[in-house]
């Protein structure tokens, strides 16, 4: 499925060299005031070409909405928006076609699509798919109103320091992965549902989907198998539900507790790394070195924070519609 | 929503001192034979009473069927089955109701619900309800035949040695997390969707699903932060897929690799612990100390193996019905 | 699929013959007050053995709650109830296995389940689950408050006058045909959604979940294929949207205009007739002179009202709460 | 929601003057060849301006694939497809919009969306949407292979012959409804699901998604209200399950017989009619004459059997893919 979502639900679609890429948003409240501005930081935010270690494709990245918009504002309809590929150059990868390259979607996609799949670039596996998010998540955020979801690089190559981090990519010739945290505040106190639809799960379900993300974590995280009870517990200090300390990551039993939501991702290092990998050669069944063409980012986690609070958006909208909390038809 | 799976479809419901806790499972395929035998191991493995740091609470949990069997077979038709609740103690938890537990759903669900929600014994949110899982995952085996779905205990308190983490538990009379590794051989290559319905995507939902799950990570995991991205690729050896390393944990691109799927969860330490915690009270609007009574494990981790191994198995099978390789009738 | 609804789901299972039939609601609202006195209405009104044309099978049909409610009123996890199957005769229907009943799902669930269907009394296939649908309706009609949802038999046998119909069956020795409509007033303008989940679409598809529903229309219905625009267009008498005739059937577009909400069903003549029927025996496989034994409704339509009425009051439960005009939690 | 299906799941968008009308197909399988060319029949089938009684506005409607085809083949990844609309004139309705047309979705559409609403040609609500329909429809024919889906118009304004009925029409100077009905032979036994995913469910709801649709029967239909059941039933032939008479429509208890299947909706008379209408005017708050400009079909009914057999196509595939009786990768 490429969709998500119970009430605001999100379909994207697309491939890496197609013509473009895009997305449909269902269950949009009526009357949100939208334009193409509205785009612009996030969309730049998850650009490349701009930071050190990310690559130097450059697509203009305006959206251009098919439908579901009317005199500037939202019409409770499906609201369509494309984003044109024009900045590909696929023949990097097809001479490539032989050797599935390591760690990206080239081999599997292959098994499960039977060699149909548009293999240029990644296809639909591609990064590229995120620019969708990003838009779904402008839309997400502006419903979301005073409520701040914000994303930022905790670590790359194990520096805090990020540009530390980087040089030891660029120093070793590779490429390297990082964490993201994402945090939320203004969040109601009282979001979610027990089990399946936890906002665990549901976060986790939409941070999985963002390519290269390997785990995630709420709070304490993985921090938490090494603590005793008494200190993972959050005393409760007044009937608003504020924490003394936060190691729930702001969810009790899958809802919001009234605390900051703290969440993170690990993200892997960039598969198209410039070194060489000694892998198999389809054509010859033989392994071979290979080493990536092409232009990529040498650490993909920098370009993460945006997407990551795009899929953290979507979620929460649609769990402040389940909760009524934002109105169908906005004033 | 307590309902997961597109097409082999779980839901859950039950209260921990209500009368009874159950499942309904929607899409089983007609003709896989069953009886309440087929049962005993997990469920045993589930139960406290037998492992040190393990609480005393002891249900028969003989399931119940009600529904979809005929003849000693799955009939097609949904299968309920009822677990009575014949060794609760009510009284405990009624007389803490003005003390929300720290790290347990009190507080939360009380906001969400409006206060008319079951609070006895964590009622819906309970632990308890993981028998339920642990019964759909029994069905979900029996259907994946020779795939094999094993999750162990990997560390509890930072030990390797189980014994040993407990025994911090025992001495610092208080609880304690762990963390549980799942494994799975003989999964086919090719299994599950890009972006919303990844691998990772649907394992980690289902996980979280789980109480006290707080962190979800596949393959090299969050060490894939420090990682470059030539040691993170798994070289592929073969047309097979198989890979001379496995740092992607089985997923690339959301869909298996065919070589072991593997993850691990963080269980946090057990909310209910015999420490005594200084929190709010909801009658006085004061904090105080407070110490938890009831039956409670000291390391909740230990009884979460079997309930992973049911959720993975819930996935894989969902999954494998889409990819058709489970028929919708059993010869 | 045994679910249906977004918000308000239900879930039904069991079997004719088996030890229970039941249900679970997901997403009703916590709070909302509920006792087994409130059933007894409707599941009243379902049962045979009263009305001429009946059958003379009896349950009790008390219903059993084994989860949701804690205290008087619903807690907002899911609600379970079971209805007891204990006036069984099953050994009526073992020696028929071998003619698949005309009109029946003998012969379709056998090739869609593969022989391992449970065949007794039509199995999962019989209007035994009804009770299910009208337990669901009770808790629905609940939340719909001051809506009036109610259905009534509009003709038996093409005769308006009920009885007169029933003569003609009991003359004839053989079971007939009627029609049902359902009328429901109170409604709010503006509830639906375009296309998939209008309205209409929404209730046909629960009107057909009803065993023998062979067909829906809404306001002038079928007769409109005989009429003109300007005719059948429904002239808007104020903003209110009210209308001066109601060929609508109070849905336009998708959604509802204020107006009553009519439409109708037909419902077959029971397949189950005294009359001689002239099929295929699978053993033998030749065609053989059939008679059902068993005890059977003359007329099923007679039952069908307040089932009708049950799955309107889900719809609509549903998208009140869609809408925000139900809310999550009762005050 | 405007997305329908579980496995094979339409996504329709667009408005009637917007930019232009589209859709997203996901789960279709991949290795399906699809080219332009396969589009062109059904698509003239449904356009006006070619018989008598229908409007002379005329589109192009050449589809735009921008995902999901690569190399002439479906690649697995969502389909999108786009039809420009270029033949709009939106002046005419502007005027118009103080008069909620009777009939059409003005009025309601208004209370749903609360104003913002794309009210121009009914905005989304419009007939223009089902172009989108008919485009899945193509791809699902094209799955099904053998299996052959064909509607044809019944009556027009209670005639059979349908040259008669729109002289019937037009000598009236006013719109007329129709009935269609549609037939579907090769279908294999045993598809569908008992109660709420029954087929008659699946597809009432698909064919209630058509504009104008008021009502849906199955075989025999209404008829069945004055029928004996020894009458109605269709005795079982041999072991295929060919009955000698079809009443049924080919559906019991939800699921096919492999009979032909056989069903009929009731098209309501084009609500845009020449004639004048006495109806509120929202600026005066009076009623007034109201006389519809525009371009329009006299007899709607006339565009809908390709849309009708569209719709049954996508239940069908959805529901073989379901049975595994289409695979995930065409070979």
Redesign the interface.
Known sequence: ????G??F?I?????SH?????L?I??CP??LPLSAEDFITDIERRKGGVQKGTTPRKEDDIPI????L??G????????I?FENNNTRSGDYEKQRSV?R????D???H????G???FRGG???SGR?TVCLVAAGVIAKKLLGTIEVKASIL????EQDIEKGLEK?IA?K??????VECRVNGLP??????????V???L??????I?A??????????A????????????????S?K?STN???GV???????NELIYRV????????P??????N?DT?E?ETFSVKGRHDLCI?LRVPVVLEAVTALVLTDLML???RI?????
Chains 1, 2, 3, 4 share one sequence.
């Open positions: 499925m490429n969709s998500f119970r009430i639900r379909h994207i679609f697309g491939e197609g013509e473009s890429v895009g449909v269902d269950g009526a009357g909405f098919k439908s579901g009317f005199n504002h939202t019409t409770g309809a499906p609201i369509t494309l599935p390591p760690g990206h979607a081999f599997t996609a098994a499960r699509y039977g149909f799949e548009d296809g639909h596996f798919l670590e790359i190559g194990g990519a070793a590779d490429s390297i992965g990082g964490i106190l009282g979001l979610g549902e027990h089990f399946f639809d936890s665990e799960s549901l986790a379900h939409a941070a999985f989907a390519p993300v390997k785990g995630v974590e709420f709070g304490a995280g993985f938490a198998a090494r603590m005793f009870g008494s200190e993972h517990n959050d005393p409760i200090l007044d009937t539900g924490t190691h729930a990551g009790v039993g899958g809802i919001t507790n009234g690990v993200v892997k290092p960039t598969s198209s790394t070194k060489g990998q000694y892998t198999l389809w069944n392994m986690a389940l909760a009524q109105k169908p038809v906005l004033a």
